[in-house]
């Protein structure tokens, strides 16, 4: 009995373990032709790879992940070109071979859950463009913000575990909270202490908007057939107004893919050069809601400072 329990905690200790963040994917030293293509479709989805591709048929069986390709004929496969020899292939020539990262953490192989491909500065805001689980967080000192992992979080080649900063950045004397997130993409308003950021709502043909900070954002309304109006850039300008330009090509891009709206670029007289705005010609006091709620969620700002006006109230401008 004693003989046997050693034998036990042998066997335990010598298990291992491939995981994708926190979700268990595989247990073993070395996995099967139908084990990598289970756990290919797992990794593709959660990271936003390329679909895999299986084709069948009666002599073999091919395999398409990542650029790379597996053969299998009769229970027995080959990584790439050659004659199909082996059964099982170790869990960490699989990562390799389809050039997956990972990092190890004693018996576990672990797979991050989440890739950060950028980070950027546009209209004073910063945006943090991933794929997979958004598994960072934000925290702000005095001049800097930093972005630290909550998970498995891989950035500029470099897998970072939990609890690790991932970069620290320079921002001046500014508060930064997050402001919303698109697919893929946070959102982090950097607002200057003192700065009053709110939402202007008013409908097509009222009057000009007076100008608005760039940390807040102006919405003139319509009824319509689904269309979100962006001002462009002025030539005349010398890019004094590319700021507001980017922050309302963003929100509009939302909204359009969001609501099915066509995104059009015109000059308008309602918005003055360099104010955050867009024109949306709704379909649906429904749709006016949600546009709201994009609004809101992408700036990070709750306050609209005037009483937004009733959908039945606004003028009709049809497409």
């Known amino acids: 009995m004693r003989f046997f329990a050693v034998l036990l905690i042998s066997t335990v200790a010598l298990s291992t373990s491939l995981w994708l963040g926190r979700d268990l994917l595989f247990e073993g030293e070395s996995m099967a032709f139908q084990d990598i293509v289970n756990v290919s479709y797992f990794i593709a989805d959660a990271l936003e790879y390329d679909e895999p591709v299986l084709t069948e048929n009666a002599t073999f069986t091919l395999f398409h992940f990542n650029e790379r390709a597996i053969l299998e004929i009769g229970g027995k496969m080959a990584l790439g070109n050659g004659t199909p020899s082996v059964e099982k292939v170790n869990v960490r020539n699989f990562l390799s071979f389809f050039d997956i990262p990972y990092t190890e953490n004693g018996s576990s192989t672990i797979i991050p859950e989440c890739i950060i491909k950028g980070v950027k500065f546009r209209g004073g805001n910063l945006f943090v463009e991933y794929y997979g689980n958004p598994a960072f967080d934000y925290s702000t000192g005095s001049g800097f913000l930093d972005v630290e992992s909550l998970g498995y979080v891989l950035y500029a080649g470099k897998i970072y575990k939990p609890g690790e900063r ?154």
């Open 166 to 319: 991932i970069m620290r950045l320079e921002v001046g004397n500014v508060r930064a909270f997050l402001g919303g997130e698109a697919k893929g993409r946070d959102i982090v308003i950097l607002e200057k202490p003192g700065e009053e950021r709110k939402i202007l709502v008013v409908a097509a043909g009222s009057g000009m908007m007076k100008p608005l900070p760039s940390s807040s954002f102006g919405l003139i309304l319509a009824r319509g057939n689904g269309i979100v109006i962006v001002r462009p850039v002025s030539p005349d300008l010398e890019g004094l107004d590319k700021k507001a330009f980017n922050i309302a090509s963003d929100m509009a891009t939302v909204i359009s893919r969001d609501l099915g709206y066509r995104i059009e670029y015109f000059p308008m007289v309602d918005i003055p050069p360099g104010t955050p705005a867009v024109v949306v010609l709704l379909r649906s006091r429904e749709d006016l809601m949600r546009v709201l709620d994009i609004v809101r969620r992408m700036t990070g700002i709750e306050k609209i400072v005037n009483s937004a006006p009733d959908f039945s109230e606004l003028p009709d401008l049809g497409s």
